[in-house]
């Protein structure tokens, strides 16, 4: 067992390997405020990677409802209920992550196996409402909500930590040098599932067919070209944003994802408390209440909705949100100049440009060259 420090629980703990340190991390942000659930990033991942035998009930992409929905059935609940409930005290988780626990049971991982069945229902529970039933002409004006739910799109981590490299008696599962990105060796795996048991957000799944266990591959054909992935690129809500993340320390403000995380930390790891540090982080939902949110994304809840809900007024972090899904090309570094955001790629061209004010155009009510009266002037 190496000792590591993990930033997202603020304190060393425990894990099987050394950190791998990758030239640079595969990141990305998910604004949940703006996800409508239309699953087209489950689809398009769908078509581009799982549309073979054996996979039929795999989804590397896939988008539940919480509080009641989950991929496989009651993936986080479980291990909630397994670690036994943990404290944070100011920014530094006292529970026990995932590693530390199964160290107290002479283990690498603490996790569990779903059944074959688990898998089978990715949108049971979906749409459930926490808090009561929505009657007709309900209008609910306070924040937050008495009565709520929210959309949970999740794809694999690629996390520092990563549970499923430390789980697997092969070293079939391994973390990429150049770009972190978890993968698992189809050749050297041999279908014992300990990656499906060890990841803590249960993104390795098992294929009866070849009996192999696979997983996200975050696209690398794409990021490798410098492009965002399918899911990324194709997400209607435009709730995506993907890049590179830098440790804490060498966090650089013009690096959009160094932005949202470490400066402005309105995007937040999903269950800190796991310890594998992921590299996808949400930006929380700001009509959910803070209890329920502080669970599932750590202590800085409250301080990301006030950062999300104040960036109308603030230029910067404005012009960042507004870059979400613009661009198909990998965006590097951003900056906004006279009210237009603008993203660059790693050779600093220009891919996304956007006025960060939307443009008003009022029309005469009345059309003297047609003659007509118009009901809609903006
Ligand atoms: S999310 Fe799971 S499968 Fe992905 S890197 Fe982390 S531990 Fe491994
Ligand atoms: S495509 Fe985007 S908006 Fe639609 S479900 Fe997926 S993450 Fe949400």
Redesign the pocket.
């Known amino acids: 067992m190496e000792d590591v420090f993990n930033w997202q629980i603020n304190r060393n703990m425990k894990y099987p390997y050394p950190a791998a340190k990758p030239e640079k991390q595969f990141a990305a942000v998910f604004d949940i405020n703006k996800c409508i659930g239309c699953q087209t990033c489950s689809i398009t991942c769908k078509t581009t990677w799982t549309a073979g035998r054996g996979q039929e009930y795999m989804f590397w992409n896939n988008v539940e409802s919480k509080p009641y929905g989950g991929y496989p059935l009651y993936w986080d609940s479980k291990l909630l209920e397994k670690l036994g409930g943990g404290k944070w005290a100011n920014k530094t988780y006292e529970g026990k992550t995932i590693f530390e626990k199964a160290a107290e049971e002479n283990l690498s991982v603490k996790g569990f196996l779903p059944a074959l069945e688990d898998w089978s229902y990715p949108n049971m529970g979906e749409d459930e409402i926490y808090g009561g039933q929505v009657t007709q002409g309900m209008h609910i004006e306070s924040l937050p909500h008495p009565i709520w739910f929210f959309y949970l799109p999740r794809i ?4 520092s930590y ?4 430390a789980a697997c008696p092969r070293q079939s ?1 391994y ?1 990429r040098p150049e770009d972190g990105i ?1 993968l698992i060796d189809q050749s050297r795996c041999q279908g014992y599932r300990q ?1 499906v048991s ?7 799944m098992y294929n009866a067919t070849t009996n192999r266990s696979e ?2 591959v975050a696209c690398y054909p794409k990021t490798e070209a410098g492009l965002h992935t399918q899911c990324m690129e194709h997400c209607i809500g435009k709730i995506r944003v993907q890049g590179w993340i830098n440790p804490p320390d060498k966090a650089d403000p013009t690096n959009p994802i160094d932005y949202l995380v470490h400066v402005r930390k309105i995007a937040l790891p999903l269950y800190p408390q796991f310890g ?1 540090q ?1 590299n996808v982080y949400y930006i929380p939902p700001t009509h959910v209440p803070p209890p329920y949110l502080t669970q599932m994304f750590g202590t800085g809840v409250e301080a990301a909705i006030k950062a999300y809900k104040d960036a109308p007024s603030d230029t910067t972090l404005k012009g960042l949100l507004v870059l979400f899904g613009s661009c198909a090309e990998l965006m590097t570094k951003f900056e906004v100049k006279n009210d237009i955001a603008i993203g660059y790629n790693s050779k600093g061209d220009i891919v996304a440009q956007t006025p960060i004010v939307e443009p008003n155009v009022i029309r005469e009510h009345y059309d003297k060259k047609l003659d007509v009266y118009r009901l809609d002037v903006t």
């Open positions: 694999c981590n690629h996390c990563p549970a499923c490299v599962v973390k978890v990656c060890g990841c803590p957000y249960k993104k390795p997983k996200c594998t992921p």
